[in-house]
């Protein structure tokens, strides 16, 4: 069971982000406020559930929180402020779109920008120890996934409806074979990828 706080009495949000690691795609991030008394069994990092229950989680997250966003920064925004800032500017604008101000801020991860004048705590793996952190990583990666699925329609030689854009063998065969599309991150050295891995 994943804590349900950090301090109690207190308007927490927990922030993460989903593909900052792809080669392609915006950078989702989403900031969640949960209930004090919040429970919820299923819920867990996003990288320890399958899909189908991810999905589940998605709608019970947004029915049961207090207040919820999710924010991206396309991948034109990252190459040029690199994939680090992208992150905390979509955390920041997630955080901007909460319907509550939170006092205190749980991030996933060692390293965040200081947002405002509110305080943050930076949990390294936190989105297996916090349920609001844990609920703000399967919001964001659900939503990310979708967006690629879609995109994927425009261009399926890259397989994003399965690899979400991630460097898998198929995903670079396709850039080698079919170079970089519009979604692609530049600043990510693709092609010099490519030299080094065939």
């Known amino acids: 069971m994943l804590k349900p706080y950090y301090k109690a009495n207190t308007i927490e949000a927990g922030c993460d982000e989903a593909g900052r690691g792809c080669l392609a795609g915006p950078v989702f991030a989403a900031a969640v406020v949960l209930p ?3 429970e919820n069994n299923l819920l ?3 990288k320890k559930i399958s899909e189908k229950n991810r999905n589940i ?6 029915n049961d929180a207090i207040s919820f966003a999710v924010a991206n920064v396309d991948n034109n925004e990252i190459d040029k402020i690199n994939i680090l800032n992208a992150s905390f500017k979509a955390m920041h604008i997630a955080i901007d779109n909460l319907k509550i101000v939170p006092e205190l ?3 996933d991860g060692n390293r965040f920008k200081k947002y405002k004048n ?4 930076c949990i390294i793996k936190g989105d297996g120890i916090y349920a ?10 659900t939503y990310r996934d979708e967006f690629m699925t879609n995109i994927s329609k425009e261009f399926p030689e890259y397989n994003w409806d399965k690899n979400k854009a991630y460097a898998t063998k198929k995903h670079k065969e396709a850039i080698k074979n079919h170079g970089v599309t519009k979604y692609h991150r530049l600043s990510f050295k693709l092609m010099d990828l490519q030299l080094k891995l065939f």
């Open 132 to 141: 609001s952190i844990a609920a703000a990583s399967i919001l964001a990666k």
């Open 118 to 121: 509110i305080e943050h705590k």
């Open 105 to 107: 801020l749980l991030i």
């Open 57 to 62: 989680l998605r709608k019970q997250i947004e």
């Open 44 to 46: 867990n990092d996003s």
């Open 36 to 38: 004090q008394d919040y």
